[in-house]
């Protein structure tokens, strides 16, 4: 496969210094740059599967009706929460 070049970015002459700084013995600033691209391109795919899947368990639970009331989960929590604050108080946390 035929290899593609990336724009050429623009960047204050301070923080190409700084860039170059950072790079690791024998890796180029091209590296770098691929590195980081890939990188952010993983974490975008990521995120983007996670905000998917869930809206499918959103979807999932609204349909079938099986979804746990927020007001409960939040009662639950505050249980827990002044449960936690009394154990401190008496000393045992």
């Known amino acids: 496969m035929k290899t593609a070049?990336?724009?050429?970015i623009r960047v204050a002459p301070d923080f190409r210094l700084e860039l170059e700084g950072v790079l690791e013995q024998g890796e180029s600033l091209s590296q770098f740059?691929?590195?980081?691209?890939?990188t952010t391109v993983a974490k975008r795919k990521n995120q983007a599967e996670f905000i998917r899947r869930g809206m499918a368990a959103i979807e999932a639970t609204q349909?079938?009706?099986?979804g746990i009331p927020a007001e409960q989960v939040i009662a639950k929590l505050e249980?827990?929460?002044e449960?936690?604050?009394q154990?401190?108080?008496q000393g045992g946390g």
């Not at 740059?33 to 890939?38: D, F, G, I, P, S």
């Not at 349909?63 to 099986?66: E, Y």
């Open 5 to 8: 070049t990336l724009p050429p």
């Open 33 to 38: 740059v691929e590195n980081a691209v890939r």
């Open 63 to 66: 349909r079938d009706g099986n």
């Open 79 to 81: 249980a827990k929460l």
């Open 83 to 85: 449960a936690a604050r």
């Open 87 to 89: 154990v401190k108080e």
